[in-house]
């Protein structure tokens, strides 16, 4: 009988043991991502701009006025010229950079076209 009694004691504690096991722990959520940096955009100084602007405009100006001296001037080229004034006088300075670089780049591909031949 002693015997019975210690396997029946040693049963009772692995019963206990078992139940006395504790619980896993539920994972702790992951931890919440940093806030993305919100891109801030530099400020624009109007001036600054505005000045760019008529720079630009001079620049196009120079640029279309040689490819006419040279009968070399594209229409787009003296189309953009036209918007690119239109702009600088409504005060709209980016579209006056805009159109003014559009101006000097056609005139410039006038000036190149020269060197082509004529006629093949």
Same mark, same amino acid.
Not at 31 to 46: H, S
């Given at each position: +009988?002693?015997?019975?009694?210690?396997? *029946?004691?040693?049963?009772?504690? *692995?019963?206990?043991?078992?139940?006395?096991?504790?619980?896993?722990?539920?994972?702790?959520?992951?931890?919440?991502?940093?806030?993305?940096?919100?891109?801030? #955009?530099?400020?624009?100084?109007? #001036?600054?701009?505005? $000045?760019?602007?008529?720079? +630009?405009?001079?620049?196009? $100006?120079?640029?279309?006025?040689?490819?006419?001296?040279?009968?070399?001037?594209?229409?787009?080229?003296? $189309?953009?010229?036209?918007?690119?004034?239109?702009?600088?006088?409504?005060?709209?300075?980016?579209?006056?950079?805009?159109?003014? #670089?559009?101006?000097?780049?056609?005139?410039?591909?006038? *000036? $190149?076209?020269?060197?082509?031949?004529?006629? #093949?």
């Amino acid at each position: +009988m002693l015997h019975r009694s210690r396997v *029946l004691a040693f049963a009772a504690v *692995l019963f206990a043991g078992a139940c006395a096991v504790q619980e896993p722990q539920p994972e702790p959520p992951p931890p919440a991502p940093a806030p993305e940096p919100v891109a801030v #955009k530099p400020q624009v100084d109007e #001036k600054a701009r505005a $000045e760019e602007a008529k720079a +630009m405009l001079a620049q196009a $100006e120079t640029d279309v006025q040689r490819a006419r001296s040279k009968r070399a001037l594209w229409l787009k080229a003296w $189309e953009e010229l036209v918007a690119a004034r239109r702009a600088v006088a409504g005060s709209d300075s980016q579209a006056a950079i805009d159109h003014s #670089k559009r101006a000097s780049e056609y005139a410039q591909l006038g *000036l $190149e076209q020269l060197a082509y031949p004529a006629v #093949k």
